[in-house]
């Protein structure tokens, strides 16, 4: 699935996947990931297609393989405060992804990617993935808003993940876009050859067919803006 994944994101101009390997799941009895067994299965697919691979890193236990496997190095939401584990990247040779903490305001969030940058990495990419909030319509609240605020205080690129920022296939495409119009220098989108079926989180992951046609539709949008993502 991740080789025909890849395959697909090659052909249609997409240069990074990214996959999680070691996943922090809210549940013990959840599907936990594949593990050490699963960055091999990444580094395999990279070497046939060429693809470069996102994937999270949950502990300093597994930097050195997470390391070793990934071309950008994913600190989830909920490690955005693990100050060792922030550290640690700090020392690492590949850019970090910096998710935002799903309480963490903009000031605390800067703040750990200065503990990222302050060791000597300087290569942070940001990544808003929805807020915790009072509203139960969707999975959380994907906080467009702060991608100006962000541009203003931070050089720092970012990045906006609507599949985690709303948890609903349907609702992806207008925020995705919504996030572009907004200022967002890329998006992280999930998707899967056949996401009823998915270990984890097929209810927010996008199949091919819907992929592509968002995909044709942020190009659109970013021809009109006359920017890049
Ligand atoms: C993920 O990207 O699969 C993930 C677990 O995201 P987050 O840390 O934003 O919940
Ligand atoms: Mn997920």
Redesign the pocket.
């Known amino acids: 699935m991740i080789q025909k994944t890849a395959e697909l994101l090659k052909a249609n101009g997409v240069t990074m996947l990214r996959a999680?390997a070691f996943?922090?799941r809210t549940s013990p009895y959840a599907f936990q990931g594949m593990g050490i067994e699963g960055l091999e299965i990444l580094k395999r697919v990279r070497q046939k297609t060429g693809i470069g691979i996102v994937t999270?890193l949950m502990d300093t236990e597994n930097a050195d393989a997470v390391e070793d496997a990934a071309d950008i190095i994913?600190i989830?939401?909920?490690n955005m405060q693990n100050f060792s584990l922030l550290k640690r990247v700090s020392k690492a040779k590949k850019p970090v992804l910096l998710?935002r903490g799903m309480s963490a305001t903009l000031e605390e969030w800067l703040m750990a990617a200065e503990y990222v940058m302050s060791g000597g990495n300087y290569n942070v990419i940001l990544c808003e993935?929805g807020v915790r909030t009072f509203s139960d319509h969707s999975r959380n609240t994907l906080d467009l808003g702060v991608i100006p605020p962000c541009r203003t205080l931070s050089h720092l690129p970012i990045v906006v993940?609507p599949s985690?920022g709303t948890g609903k296939r349907a609702y992806v495409p207008p925020m995705a876009l919504a996030a572009l119009a907004a200022g967002a220098d890329g998006l992280l989108i999930e998707i899967h050859p056949d996401p009823d079926r998915a270990m984890s989180?097929g209810a927010q992951s996008l199949d091919f067919a819907a992929f592509l046609k968002l995909l044709g539709q942020l190009r659109t949008l970013v021809e009109m803006f006359g920017r890049t993502i």
Do not use: A, I, V
């Open positions: 999680g996943k922090p999270e994913q989830g939401t909920r998710k993935r993940d985690h989180d």
